[in-house]
């Protein structure tokens, strides 16, 4: 609870409440150094000279090193992550022991003298922080900028940041807290007449503010008049690719109303204008490029649409990629169309999807209508390389031909822009009746492919309906003692009209077809073995192990990050408590002492990054999403994804294929006493003696493996074959 203490008085509260929020912006008066610890506190936000870190006795930085000793001079060596070269901003590591968990420091030219556009920087700043997108509790402080060495007017700073921060707030920017804090000494605290003398025009002005904001509010809550079906956001470098791209967007339908690029102001700490436009448009489209990104008016349209998406809970924003480019980590997680080459084929293709999936769909549902799924939503899902495009087509146009109405998952067509395309693929397989996977030489490389075939063949270890095509001769483990058929003699077969009979009458597939001959266990029979083999060579190992000195127990890599819902915290704390146990040195977070890190963006920094995945955790959208965007980032890096499962109980089938050797509810932990005494909180001794012998077991972890020439390795494993 935020409310006054020694040394910091409450002058002014204006509350943000709607459906979907549940915010407030607070004035104090008192020294920004006296906040408590029980505020929890994710970020102090502070400005400075580019550069420049001295402790002068009018700054925040000054109060900071004289009363807390904190030197931002030195967290500025070790910045977490630095954003200066888009947004004059970085911000620091964790800071033990501290009111704040982290500073935002904002470090602007000393020429330049436009508050506006340095407010615009702070929520830019913000917006790239992946805690403040993703449902998590955020409170943030912080001074009056540039108020202080700098001299810039007090009430215009605080009138600036008010409403910019409330703005931001009702389009989805998830800031619980936004403190604002007014230097005052204690003459000033003790004496409350001195106090509103003193600061008599910026409480005035914050009273007048609350006023603005409220009318915000109830234009927040009114309802959303469409007047756009799309609105396109794009460099004006790019403006000959976006004109094809609308051309083609209107001859597909006339009455189509594009809203392209706004003004954009840089007098304005809010572009209220976008913001309106954006509200107003069905679909979102930036044209993802890399003068896109070195565009402010670019970066604030992409990150407005972002939040709305967000607090719609809706796919509105559809990103084209047209030019090949560094994307931050937080736009790599969001499905996009690729339109890299000039070819009109596929700006074609782009402007088809973007009006099949978004536009024609938002005609007839509403927008704020999250997309559900049902069970078996896909009759067929086809797995492909991209390199065999025409013999996945071959095979839909044949399917199509028996039962024009039959649901067909194909990624290009089936992906939604503005998604996590990784979660909506695995989950599509999943959803699917019957999954065919044409088998080739570049299939086998490509290892997206390997887990999807590997997903669909452990699904199908139930049902048995996966269908193997072998485009050409293939020699390799994943598809040895698998029944495949030749993709020539699919038609002569007749493969397809005995697929849609098995559909229309949910008969079994004719065994020619399936690729088992024979009727196997359920993964989850496969995985419960595997760990079962595992346990066994843990009780071995760990004799060796136990008794050593912890200093000479070396682990192959350096830092590790472990992933949780809130439920399940009491868990991270225990592996974290025992992995330093084994050696100290080793640098281990929990995600949950980082609300305000960008998640997503620190994962490529851990070598090693273990999930603990439970009902609770799958109970948890955002946590899924933060999975399976580590599974995207693991995918392509040398970082090493592995999990501990708490329960084993309805779990979706991709966790069983993730690198997960250990299980806390395996009856075979229950009989282990080994490590009884070793005290955890709140652990159960067999929970204790799971995560135990699972840091002892990273101690054989060689990170190094993992690594190769074109870091793309499969985050799914063929169970089959590792169980056998």
């Not at 104090?28 to 150094?33: H, L």
């Not at 002068?56 to 001079?73: D, R």
């Not at 067509?413 to 959803?431: D, V």
């Not at 999403?625 to 970082?639: D, E, F, P, Q």
Request: hydrophobic residues 40%.
């Amino acid at each position: 609870m935020i409310s006054s203490v020694s040394g910091l008085v409450q002058c002014g509260h204006i509350p943000i409440k709607t459906e979907e929020i549940n915010a407030n912006i607070r004035l104090f008066c008192g020294d920004i150094t006296q906040v408590p610890l029980s505020w929890e506190i994710d970020f102090l936000i502070l400005s400075a000279f580019q550069g420049d870190y001295t402790p002068t006795p009018t700054s925040v930085i000054g109060a900071l090193k004289k009363n807390l000793n904190i030197s931002v001079y030195q967290l500025s060596k070790g910045k977490e992550e630095n954003l200066t070269k888009n947004f004059y901003c970085w911000y620091s590591k964790a800071i033990p022991n501290s009111p704040f968990k982290r500073i935002l420091c904002f470090e602007t030219p000393i020429m330049r003298q436009n508050p506006a556009e340095d407010i615009s920087h702070i929520f830019r700043g913000l917006n790239t922080i992946s805690e403040f997108k993703d449902n998590q509790q955020c409170r943030v402080v912080s001074s009056l900028l540039k108020t202080g060495d700098s001299g810039f007017n007090k009430c215009r700073m605080l009138k600036g940041m008010v409403r910019a921060c409330a703005r931001w707030i009702l389009a989805g920017l998830n800031i619980t807290d936004f403190v604002i804090v007014l230097y005052g000494g204690e003459d000033v605290l003790e004496n409350e007449r001195l106090m509103k003398k003193r600061f008599a025009p910026h409480l005035t002005a914050f009273q007048e503010l609350r006023a603005e904001v409220n009318e915000m509010i109830e234009d927040s809550n009114s309802d959303e008049d469409f007047k756009y079906n799309c609105y396109l956001a794009f460099d004006k470098a790019n403006e000959k690719e976006v004109k094809l791209f609308k051309g083609v967007l209107q001859s597909l339908d006339s009455s189509l109303v594009i809203k392209e690029n706004e003004v954009y102001d840089n007098d304005l700490d809010f572009q209220t204008n976008i913001y309106e436009a954006l509200k107003s448009s069905r679909a979102i489209v930036p044209f993802l490029s890399s003068k896109f990104l070195k565009s402010m008016a670019c970066v604030d349209t992409f990150n407005l649409g972002y939040c709305l998406a967000s607090s719609r809970k809706s796919d509105i924003l559809t990103p084209v990629y047209i030019e090949k480019t560094d994307l931050p980590h937080y736009i790599q997680t969001i499905q996009w169309i690729d339109c890299t080459s000039d070819s009109q084929s596929k700006v074609n293709l782009a402007a088809e999807s973007i009006y099949k999936n978004i536009v024609q769909r938002s005609k007839l549902t509403a927008i704020k209508s999250p997309v559900t799924y049902s069970s078996n939503e896909y009759d067929i899902f086809i797995s492909y390389c991209h390199k065999n495009e025409s013999e996945m087509l071959e095979v839909e146009k044949k399917l199509l031909q028996y039962d024009a109405g039959m649901r067909i998952f194909i990624d290009k067509q089936k992906l939604q822009t503005g998604s996590n395309w990784n979660r909506q693929l695995y989950e599509a397989i999943q959803m699917s009746k019957i999954r065919i996977c044409l088998i080739s030489s570049e299939y086998i490389k490509s290892a997206v492919c390997l887990e999807e075939f590997r997903l669909a063949l452990a699904i199908s270890h139930n049902s048995g309906n996966l269908i193997l095509l072998e485009i050409d001769d293939i020699h390799s483990e994943d598809i040895k003692n698998l029944q495949v058929v030749k993709f020539k003699e699919a038609h002569s077969k007749y493969m397809y009209p005995l697929i849609v009979q098995t559909l229309r009458y949910s008969e079994p597939l004719l065994e020619e077809f399936r690729c088992f001959k024979q009727e196997l266990m359920t993964c989850e029979q496969l995985a419960y073995l595997q760990r079962k083999h595992i346990f066994n060579q843990l009780q071995n190992s760990l004799n060796s192990i136990i008794g050593k000195s912890p200093n000479k127990l070396k682990f192959h890599f350096n830092k590790m990050l472990i992933l949780n819902c809130n439920d399940d915290i009491s868990l991270a704390k225990g592996l974290q408590d025992f992995l330093n146990k084994i050696n100290q040195s080793l640098d281990v977070v929990i995600s949950g002492n980082m609300e305000n890190a960008e998640i997503i963006k620190k994962v490529e920094k851990f070598e090693v990054i273990c999930v603990l995945v439970s009902r609770n955790f799958f109970r948890n959208n955002e946590c899924i999403n933060l999975l399976h965007s580590t599974i995207s980032i693991c995918r392509s890096t040398s970082n090493f994804l592995t999990t501990v499962l708490i329960d084993d109980d309805r779990l979706p089938v991709y966790v069983y294929l993730l690198n997960s050797e250990v299980c806390i509810e395996d009856d075979f932990w229950k009989t282990m006493n080994r490590f009884n005494a070793y005290k955890a909180t709140d652990l159960s001794n067999h929970a204790k003696n799971c995560l135990l012998s699972f840091a002892y077991r990273l101690l054989y972890l060689d990170t190094k493996k993992y690594q190769s020439a074109d870091k793309r390795y499969p985050m799914l494993r063929n169970i089959t074959i590792t169980s056998n």
